[in-house]
């Protein structure tokens, strides 16, 4: 029910500390992954992806890492700070390029 | 560039009524998908359309929703009647080839 839908896995940070969001994901015929951030109100925006033919890909301030042997998948951010506070999606890309949404989890940036 | 375009942005309507929802996605992407995000859950696809033609609609209630895309611009989505159920948020996106996809802001409905 929505009770239980509302119970996000949550991570909570000092803001200025580093966190790293876990991700395990289904598919290993999957070749191309996303990390999303949805704010609340607002539509899932693209944060950082990664091909399957890498292991790690930087941007600025988000780094994400993809271990194919363990279908995990981490996003981490560097110096967290307030406007970080959001729920984060990791996707996965299926052969017909459809997205599969992993559950979510709530980043919640302590002042 | 333009973003993903949504409207209405909110609906209340009663159970058995029935809803549509309009999307235009940026300009050029030939693939345009719907989702349907229930509150503390990812979002989950409905339909996928490559130009104006249907990919994927596995996880279409087809009983109910429909979906259309003239021309492989613009799309709507429809439900008919609707259930208590499908109060959620529904997103719209579309993707260039490159592989993300880029999403509207949805649109939020609340059936009574």
């Known amino acids: 029910g929505e009770s239980v839908g509302l119970h996000l896995p949550t991570l909570s940070v000092q803001e200025g500390d580093n966190s790293i969001i876990n991700c395990a994901y289904s598919n290993s015929a999957s070749d191309y992954f996303i990390w999303y951030k949805q704010e609340s109100g607002k539509g899932p925006q693209f944060i950082i992806d990664i091909r399957s033919n890498m292991d790690k890909r930087q941007g600025q301030r988000v780094t994400v890492l993809l271990n194919k042997t363990v279908k995990h998948l981490s996003l981490q951010i560097a110096a967290t700070q307030p406007g970080d506070s959001a729920v984060y999606f990791c996707?996965?890309?299926?052969?017909?390029?459809?997205?599969?949404f992993g559950s979510g989890t709530r980043l919640l940036v302590r002042p | 560039e333009a973003g993903v375009a949504q409207s209405p942005r909110y609906k209340i309507i009663e159970k058995r009524q029935s809803v549509a929802f309009w999307c235009n996605p940026i300009?050029?992407?030939?693939?345009l998908y719907w989702y349907q995000q229930i509150l503390g859950q990812g979002p989950k696809l409905l339909i996928q359309f490559q130009n104006n033609g249907v990919v994927d609609d596995s996880q279409l209630p087809k009983d109910r929703f429909s979906a259309e895309r003239l021309k492989g611009v613009d799309s709507t989505l429809k439900i008919q009647p609707a259930k208590l159920e499908d109060s959620a948020v529904y997103l719209c996106?579309?993707?260039?080839?490159?592989?993300?996809?880029?999403f509207g802001p949805g649109t939020r409905l609340l059936v009574l």
């Open positions: 996707a996965e890309r299926d052969s017909s390029y459809k997205l599969i």
């Open positions: 300009s050029g992407h030939a693939t």
């Open positions: 996106a579309s993707g260039g080839g490159s592989g993300e996809s880029n």
